[in-house]
């Protein structure tokens, strides 16, 4: 079926460390990929997303790449802050056919927390 | 815009009571997504709407659930009669539609049965 895979966390860093979140895929066809953060005690808010094979989201420091080949969008930051903690989730929008809407499946998320 | 607008924020009420979260998406959006956070079961799609019409409401639990969006304006969760493992977090989000476009979420209703 259709699904998003995500690292299991907490995934606890140092300020200014190398971050890596791995996100993986199944879809049929080919999706759109987004990535969400949610922040203590809000809503989800999109991060960057990436619409098609090779593209490069990009947002507040944060990359991922659609990977079609390995059907991964893994998000990266190169400095993380102690504002950034949160938990992300992957997420993929898969394409209807016949004119319906397109359902937008999430992984289950991983929380990051960065110390001072 | 004001973004998609969900009420109540917080509500507890006694197991059996019937319960009503509320959403107003943005203005434009033609999907409606309605979704359940819990620790235990991460983040899930209940239902979904197009256009006013449910389209997949194949995460809805039980026959206990219902949603129902009248107009493109606004839309509504019910759950008669509730139980304690529905206490989570209800989210309410909307799109244009697209596979290209996302969706945007309401702050949620925290909903505590006891």
């Known amino acids: 079926g259709n699904s998003v895979t995500q690292m299991e966390g907490p995934v606890t860093l140092s300020e200014e460390a190398f971050l890596t979140i791995n996100c993986t895929y199944t879809?049929?066809?080919?999706?759109?990929l987004f990535w969400y953060v949610q922040y203590p005690g809000e809503g989800l808010q999109l991060l960057l997303k990436?619409?098609?094979?090779?593209d490069k989201g990009s947002n507040k420091g944060f990359e991922a790449t659609y990977r079609k080949e390995t059907t991964s969008f893994h998000l990266e930051k190169g400095s993380v802050q102690v504002s950034d903690s949160a938990v992300y989730f992957c997420a993929l929008i898969l394409r209807m056919g016949g004119g319906a809407t397109n359902k937008l499946i999430f992984g289950t998320g991983t929380l990051l927390a960065v110390q001072p | 815009d004001a973004g998609v607008i969900q009420s109540p924020r917080h509500e507890v009420t006694e197991m059996g009571q019937e319960v009503t979260l509320r959403c107003k998406p943005i203005?434009?959006?033609?999907?409606l997504f309605w979704y359940r956070q819990t620790m235990m079961r991460g983040l899930e799609l209940l239902i979904y709407f197009n256009n006013n019409v449910p389209i997949d409401d194949s995460g809805m639990p039980e026959d206990r659930f219902s949603a129902k969006m009248p107009n493109a304006s606004f839309s509504t969760l019910k759950i008669q009669p509730s139980e304690p493992r529905d206490s989570a977090v209800y989210f309410c989000?909307?799109?244009?539609?697209?596979?290209?476009?996302?969706?945007?979420f309401g702050q949620g209703t925290r909903l505590t049965v006891v």
């Open positions: 879809a049929t066809g080919y999706p759109s």
């Open positions: 989000a909307s799109g244009e539609g697209t596979a290209n476009t996302e969706a945007f």
């Open positions: 990436a619409t098609k094979a090779d």
């Open positions: 203005s434009g959006h033609n999907s």
